[in-house]
């Protein structure tokens, strides 16, 4: 059994700074890319950022330069710094990671249960 979870959502003004963490656990043999969704009001499920097993980083052009993903991966663990936090980033933030499942060596993908973010004054 392998799970994620995530926390770090909550309310915060425009202009101010959040960070989300996401957490895999279980049976776990190696963890290959994690990342970050997120679904605002209305919209469809997009991506933000994601980083690969060797630290290759992907993001969208609308969090370029203020979003920053990271992951510890002795603690198979990934992180969002959300900085300059706009109205429009408000939306339900989804961790996503895909891997290897020890002893039986399947693949594996999960989705965490998502935390809300929500930036207003």
């Known amino acids: 059994q392998v799970q994620v979870v995530e926390s770090g959502g909550d309310l915060v003004q425009p202009g101010g700074s959040l960070r989300l963490s996401c957490a895999a656990s279980?049976?776990?043999?190696?963890?290959?890319?994690m990342g970050w969704y997120r679904q605002g009001p209305g919209k469809e499920r997009e991506l933000v950022a994601s980083?690969?097993?060797?630290?290759?980083?992907n993001y969208a052009d609308s969090v370029k330069g203020r979003f920053t993903i990271s992951r510890d991966n002795a603690k198979n663990t990934v992180y969002l710094q959300m900085n300059s936090l706009k109205p429009e980033d408000t939306a339900v933030y989804y961790c996503?990671?895909?891997?290897?499942?020890?002893?039986?060596?399947?693949?594996?993908?999960?989705w965490g249960q998502g935390t809300l973010v929500t930036v207003s004054s």
């Open positions: 980083v690969t097993s060797d630290g290759s980083t």
């Open positions: 279980g049976s776990i043999s190696r963890i290959e890319t």
């Open positions: 996503h990671v895909d891997g290897v499942r020890r002893i039986s060596y399947q693949r594996f993908e999960l």
